[in-house]
């Protein structure tokens, strides 16, 4: 008998589920994707149970769940809610997929372009905006990579604090943080680092050119701002591996291939188990096939 | 040319549409499936207008309409008010299917299970739970079967109202109601019974397995309770015609291969015509075949 | 490689999505529809963003926006607020129609029916119900034709700021105003006129029966009223062409097929490219091949 259909639950946090989030599925083959949104730990069981109760063991390996929506802390608590409605002691669970406001595609494939470039192992980086959804991301990847990462934050404090969660998850983290305030503290951050990568907030020039180009160990430059102007300036959105003052350098739009490209991957490995929880760490290690 | 594509347009009175009835949709090879959350009487009209306005009468059987959600008494207005807008004596109209909760196909199935081994014309049976939307169903088609029914509740004026309401609706039906507050009341409902069907609400255990064990009569115990512990002590939820003390037996999972079959089944009747209201008696008349 | 899936985005103003417009869209064979329900010009972007930024250019003719719900003005602001979103100029744009209430469809397909028996270039008409969303879309088809046109309607200052609004729009139009408050008015407004059209609201009679018959110039009437009783007297819904006192009538049902069939031939078109807008005139245009 042929296999049951794919289908793909998707749970959003926002009100109006994310069409970016359905084209994505759409294209990668999925055969149906089913768009929740206002979908919170309150209301979010009896769609679990739907995934779990309806199909046997052997075919729930069709049917997976993607959650998404703007709110990344919103998304993680929606996650660990439906992981308590799940029975994979009893065969009864369906793989799941978190991807909120794309922080996890976006910080994998930020540091997959990074490491096409250095030995992630031995460099020592800074991460601007490093206390954002994406950029603790991209510092916690690094990080499990065994080089030095420097949180920079506008907000030590806060900064501090995605030290230590790293610290606590990473174990050997080299993992510091630094007060990144304004384009000014850009010098001290940067002294002695080959790879920065900036996460911040739209609109904000986070290290000027001039400090940039001064730097003399700096070789790679990774900017995920999406609109213009981009936190690292000089960058353009659309870098992919391009020269600029002698550095390389990548935007939001040239990460952004690799980005769907994991995405697309990440729903297509969904399928195949019934166990899965695909997270950062997860979706990273789908960059070496992709 | 070719027929046009199915149309399941499910019309959900919860908030957010049912995961469970849509996989089941899938999985019985719908085409499309239109699901609506937030479904009330007041909303309904622009939908089933939708329905029937756009297709001419001879393609009309390929659209249909499921009524879902966990309330239903909700279901059943919504019911009502969808069949008020269809235009039968036009052509203009689709064929409704009402599940609620599960309850149609739940207790069809749990009637089409205690069929397998006794006569249901000639048998006395009771219900407990008996004034739930599942027991009150199952208490339904076991009245129409012909055999004696006691409704057993812990609310003995709400067992009178299920049994007056049975009695109206079925002819000649030979429906009592009891009341069954405590696993003590047991030993008395149970007297002279060959069948007991177990709907109450979960964590309540109705029927104890020494009274159970103790009566001479019983020879088929079913129980829809779906988690544990089960409203009929000693009863396994996959239970499914397990002998249990001599007694056979079946748990709501034990069931629910059957309810699921029945759900399938009438999922693909009700495109079969374009004037069919497939409610419990209609879900119940498709055990034959399935 | 094969083409990417065709996916129509249905952005609905009411609070759950149209199935009349669902229905269309799967009857045209359209690949996914994803159906989004309270869509405020608050909440679109990134709807939007969802569609442009997930396919290349040279894919982006595959996804399409459809706008639709019963309030054609909150359509027209959704309209304007989407179109503020695509960036036509980077190639990052989708095709989008506008038919909120039908109202596009219907107005385009009361003036192809009239134009099968009356020169539009050269005719002299009146629009019963002229400042309703379908009726001015009417008289504006027929104005841009060069024929004159008379706004009839209850409110007199409604009807000189809907003539005004299409003398601005269509340059030569010849367009006036007329106060039609009753069935007494109508001999005056009809006076001199080959075409009616009739676009008012349910249940009042704009012109009776001994008005219309006593009118020696009218050719064509044609009425919009989707239940009984029409706005013309003596008009039956399923008119198509139909021979009424010597007077060629059609009804809403009768317009009804070419209404079907300019929505789905809009709905195509919006796949040939990804920089339309299908409005009033865009969707008339296919009157021709349609």
Redesign the interface.
Known sequence: MAD??R?L?QLDT???P???????A??AGID?I???G??TPQ?VM??????I???GPADLHN?AIFIGG?DVDAGEALLAEVRKHLLPAFGLSVSVMLDSNGANTTAAAAVAAAGRHVDLTKISSLVLGGTGPVGKRVAKLLARHGGKVLIGSRQKDRADAVAAAIQASVPGAKVEAASVASGGDAPTALDGRELVVAAGAPGVVLLPRKYRTASKRLKVAIDLNGVPPTGIEGIELTDKAAERDGQIAYGAIGVGGTK?KLHKAALLQLFSANKLVLDLEQIYALVGSN
Chains 1, 2, 3 share one sequence.
Not at 18 to 24: A, C, I, L, M, T
Not at 46 to 51: D, E, K, N, P, Y
């Open positions: 049951k259909p289908i639950v926002d009100a109006l994310s069409v970016f989030d359905r084209v994505v759409v294209d149906r089913f768009s929740y206002g979908v209301n009896a769609l679990v149970h739907g995934c109760f309806t199909r049917t703007s769907m």
